[in-house]
């Protein structure tokens, strides 16, 4: 593996790369560190210590959030708007016909995704200041408010922050290695992963840091086997004529990969179960008794220590697993590219015939990614709730996912890069 390392050193390019993902990350965690202005920190930290909600949202942020820094939004604004631009491409002609004009219309709608971004942040940023100034975070002269110039400064801050992170996070992507959103939250995970570590270690019984390492373990492993596993699917091309000259055929393969949509399924799936939590904290600190009532409710009934969080983050897990699987593959270009190439799989004809046989394999294959994907994903959710003492292993757990995913993902991408270089990569 070090050998690897040095030989990914070694070409300019990928060096060039990976030194360029590192130097965002620096200014991310720099930025982390400036906090917004009028802010009590220490009625900030009594605050997290009370609303687990936060927590979670917090995680995404790298501890910006429990900071208040000016990118305490983190990536949320934008993956929240993500998921509405996904979901809106399923529903409207428009844009699903603009989805299938390559790479203009890819670019369109990530251009729409932005300009989502934007109000989403907003958004964001005035329920959450509004929460903090309800409980004595927030010191603007005047009181918090849309009629308080001192408010809208702290909006347009953190609104600022979101959109500048969203802009740091497509650089990564456009000239780095891997996902830049995946990148900017596995920052954020590790920046706090010390801390938590020490937490761990300090627990009095030796039985709950052999069942966190145990835990820890298994997550690795089977993220690990569900991120190399693949289904072959042969693809025999027959001989073709281009001008004067002959193509002989050939044999090769359709890597089809056990779970297509990476870490995205994690990170939609906690951003979808804690909006509602994360709207029903801010009303629960309403004056009026019953609006209160009913989001304290709500808050208590997602809380991620209940069985109920347990069996939504699951369910949701799987559900944008197939999502986004049909969202990055799409059976009925790949058999057309396979015709107009020349390619077909032996036994099956080209055409439809190759295009149902290709989105029913990968449904057989994406079920058990998703029910692998799932499993672990609840597991230390699961430990919690029948161990109270292990009550913080559900966003431990959550944030190892993201950060193993992230890291083979990575990996395979250095692979690939080394591959084309004829040096030996990670994978043997």
């Known amino acids: 593996m070090f050998e ?11 060096r060039r790369r990976i030194l360029f993902v590192l130097g965002i990350l620096v200014v991310f965690r720099a930025l982390a560190q400036v906090p917004l202005p009028g802010v009590d920190h220490a009625a900030l930290q ?26 305490g939004l983190a990536m949320n604004p934008y993956i929240n708007a993500s998921i509405i631009m996904q979901l809106m491409t399923g529903v409207i002609p428009s844009l699903q016909a603009l989805s299938r004009e390559g790479e203009y219309g890819r ?16 958004l964001q940023a005035f329920g959450i200041l509004s929460a903090f100034s309800s409980q004595g975070v927030l010191n603007p002269s005047g009181g918090f408010g849309l009629g308080n110039p001192a408010s809208w400064v702290q909006m347009i801050t953190l609104t600022a922050g979101a959109v500048l992170l969203m802009w740091l996070g497509e650089l990564i992507t456009e000239k780095g290695i891997g996902n830049g959103i995946s990148f900017i939250i596995f920052a954020g995970i590790v920046s706090r992963a010390p801390t938590g570590l020490l937490n761990v270690l300090s627990q009095p019984s030796p039985r709950d840091i052999l069942l966190f390492a145990v835990l820890g373990i298994v997550a690795v492993a089977v993220i690990v086997y569900i991120q190399e596993g693949q289904r072959r699917i042969p693809i025999q091309y027959a001989s073709r004529v281009r001008g004067r000259r002959m193509y002989q055929g050939g044999q090769t393969f359709l890597p089809l990969r056990v ?8 990170i939609f ?15 629960s600190f309403s004056e009026v008794e019953g609006v209160r009532t009913v989001a304290q409710a709500i808050s208590s009934f997602l809380s991620s220590t209940t069985p109920q969080y347990a069996i939504l983050y699951f369910l949701l897990t799987v559900g944008f697993t197939y999502f986004y699987t049909a969202f990055t593959f799409k059976p009925d270009e790949t058999a057309e590219q396979l015709r107009k190439n020349g390619g077909f799989i032996p036994g099956i004809r080209p055409g439809r015939p190759t295009q149902d046989y290709l989105a029913r394999v990968v449904t057989r294959i994406t079920f058990a990614g998703a029910l692998f994907l799932g499993t672990v994903a609840v597991l230390p959710v699961t430990a919690g709730v029948l161990d109270p003492s292990l009550q913080g292993l559900a966003i431990g757990g959550t944030g190892l996912l993201i950060v193993v995913s992230v890291v083979v993902e990575t990996m395979k991408q250095i692979e690939a890069q080394l591959m084309m270089r004829n040096y030996e990569g990670f994978i043997r």
């Open 4 to 14: 690897s390392l040095l030989n990914a050193f070694r070409a300019p390019d990928i």
């Open 46 to 71: 009594a605050f997290f210590q009370r609303n687990g909600a936060f927590n979670v949202i917090d995680l995404f942020a790298g501890g910006g959030l429990s900071q208040l820094s000016i990118v």
């Open 107 to 122: 670019q369109k709608l990530n251009q729409y995704t932005r300009y989502l971004t934007v109000p989403m942040a907003l």
């Open 259 to 266: 779970n297509l949509a990476g870490v995205i399924p994690i």
């Open 269 to 283: 799936a906690i951003s979808i179960l804690q909006f509602p939590a994360q709207i029903a904290t801010y009303f």
